[in-house]
């Protein structure tokens, strides 16, 4: 008999039973709901019952409220048990590396004190770890603060990324954040090729860990970080080898597939409003559609990682499915917090959600977004229906004059950007900086009706 998933790259499974059962419970406890609004209503009806006082009167009348508010949620939750599904992936079939798309990886940092540089650069490392064809991934982290000490760790990030990405392949290592994996080293290959190049590796990690802290440590110093908060220029800047100046020597001598790494940090004036994590994300996405222009877009806070270096090519089984990938919007992958109270009384590892909540709602066509560890395609954010064609001045009045941004539309992403490749000519670095700016939205329609909508979608 022949196996069905040889040639499929996704399954979805229906859990029947749990959703039948759920729906028997959703009915009878409805019966029991309706007979307690039956016995209240018979109260108030009777016209016979002249025992109860005014007093009496307004504690039923507050009792029956609380019941019908309660009921009215109870009822409202419902149809995410009636019908949860989980589902499997096959990225053993997705097509040659060379076939895959592009993927754009955007990370937000606000504020150096209050989101430690050295997390923010473990963040960035793990994207850039990712289990996907170098030459297909994309790599940007927006500062808003534009302090000198996150892009300094961007660029110590680099130095530690060739010894780290090499270590990551070689070995298949889980988790691909440096400082979750140096927490609880894995113990599975303990061959002495592996033990040999682990110690280099985590000496490297050290000298990364101590150099980044150094640097906030100036940083404090100086106090740079308070004066830029609020008020700096647009700066973008691509970080590979040539960038890191006299540390070039902390390299890695052999040659590495590297990600393509970029620096943004938007303009910020105190007379515009930057509508917060939802202006940094606009930038980064019209920045990046002159860059990379990938199809596909991961969104991370800065202080998530990806536990599974595989992440990427999962959400591409989805993605490259013909049957459904037209209609598919994002893809939502759950979120674990660490360093919770062992009682935990509020359940901030929101448990109930990711094991209840959104597995019912994908069984309802999808769950909703919840602002961080997504993939979306990049066309449907910009509200357009691009496969009809526009007309130029509509797209003008909609996303502003940029002429780059607009011919990015036709979706013809740069699947094996180089950073040597860039040349940064004065048109194209007024264009970056442009895109970048604080009054880049203004008068289009895209700052007064998108611009509301993703920040209810991303804050």
Not at 36 to 48: D, G, H, V
Not at 183 to 189: L, W
Request: hydrophobic share 40%.
């Amino acid at each position: 008999m022949e196996n069905s998933n040889i040639h499929s790259l996704n399954k979805c499974h229906v859990h029947k039973l749990w959703g039948t059962l759920n729906i028997i419970h959703s009915f009878l406890h409805s019966l029991t709901l309706f007979a307690i609004f039956y016995y209240r209503a018979s109260f108030f009806l009777s016209k016979t019952n002249t025992r109860f006082e005014t007093v009496h009167y307004l504690a039923w009348m507050a009792i029956f409220g609380a019941e019908l508010m309660l009921a009215f949620i109870w009822l409202l939750r419902q149809p995410f048990y009636w019908r949860p599904v989980t589902r499997t992936v096959f990225p053993e079939n997705l097509p040659d590396d060379v076939k895959l798309p592009g993927i754009d990886v955007f990370i937000c940092t606000a504020d150096p004190n209050k989101e430690p540089t050295f997390n923010v650069m473990n963040t960035v490392i793990s994207a850039m770890a990712l289990d996907y064809p170098a030459t297909k991934l994309s790599v940007y982290l927006s500062d808003d603060a534009g302090a000198s000490v996150t892009l300094d760790g961007m660029k110590e990030a680099w130095i530690f990324a060739t010894w780290w990405l090499p270590f990551c392949r070689r070995y298949k290592v889980k988790p691909p954040c440096p400082l979750a994996y140096f927490e609880k080293p894995e113990e599975g290959s303990l061959n002495g090729e592996f033990i040999k190049d682990r110690k280099l590796v985590q000496e490297k990690y050290e000298i990364f860990m101590q150099r980044v802290r150094n640097r906030r440590d100036r940083s404090k110093f100086h106090g740079d970080v308070q004066s830029s908060l609020r008020d700096h220029p647009a700066l973008v800047q691509i970080i590979d080898g040539s960038s890191v100046g006299d540390d070039a020597a902390l390299l890695n001598p052999e040659p590495v597939e590297m990600p393509f790494l970029v620096y943004v940090a938007r303009e910020k004036r105190s007379s515009y409003p930057h509508n917060f994590k939802a202006g940094a994300l606009n930038v980064l996405q019209r920045v990046s559609s002159v860059l990379s222009n990938s199809p596909y877009i991961l969104v991370l806070d800065c202080d998530m990682y990806c536990n599974d270096s595989i992440s990427a090519r999962q959400a591409m089984c989805f993605y490259l499915d013909s049957t459904i990938s037209s209609s598919l919007g994002w893809i939502q992958y759950p979120q674990k917090f660490h360093n919770i109270s062992e009682n935990d009384i509020y359940d901030s590892q929101f448990r109930l959600i990711w094991t209840i909540f959104w597995p019912g709602a994908d069984g309802l066509h999808g769950p909703v977004i919840t602002g961080t560890n997504f993939f979306i395609k990049r066309e449907a954010l910009y509200g357009l229906n691009i496969a009809k064609g526009n007309d130029l001045k509509e797209l003008r009045e909609s996303l502003g004059p940029s002429n780059e941004l607009i011919k990015s539309l036709n979706g013809n992403d740069k699947p094996s950007i180089n950073s040597n490749d860039i040349v940064f000519s004065s048109d194209l670095l007024q264009e970056i900086h442009l895109l970048a700016s604080c009054i880049f939205e203004k008068d289009t329609k895209w700052g007064k009706k998108a611009r509301n909508t993703n920040q209810i979608v991303f804050s």
